[in-house]
């Protein structure tokens, strides 16, 4: 299973950007599909998860802002940030787990966010 996340920018802040993973399994086959993020000398943390169909969960820091969407027919997992602020700033890695089988992990996109 292979994980390809793009769409990382240099963003004004308060602008908006949205990131993309494409799968290259079908993505209703995972119990969860979702967005991590890693900013410089931080540990890696959760931005954002759905499930099926699309129960959302999003993290305290970004619940205003963003929102994860899937698009199952292209095996898709998007990430919309808007409003963005300096401490959005990091490497954002799209994440999917099937219970009891496996986590597969993206490559990262690199979300820079300037004041």
């Known amino acids: 299973v292979q994980l390809q996340a793009f769409g990382g920018a240099l963003v004004n802040l308060g602008g908006f950007r949205r990131p993309s993973c494409i799968v290259s399994?079908?993505?209703?086959?995972?119990?969860?599909m979702g967005w991590y993020r890693q900013a410089p000398g931080q540990p890696r943390e959760l931005v954002a998860t759905i499930g099926p169909p699309s129960r959302m969960n999003l993290a305290d820091s970004v619940k205003d802002r963003f929102t994860i969407s899937r698009d199952n027919a292209k095996n898709t997992v998007y990430l919309q940030m808007n409003s963005l602020k300096p401490e959005d700033t990091a490497v954002y890695y799209c994440n999917g787990q099937i219970s009891q089988i496996g986590t597969w992990w993206g490559q990262g996109t690199l979300v820079t966010v300037s004041s």
């Open positions: 399994r079908k993505i209703v086959s995972f119990n969860s």
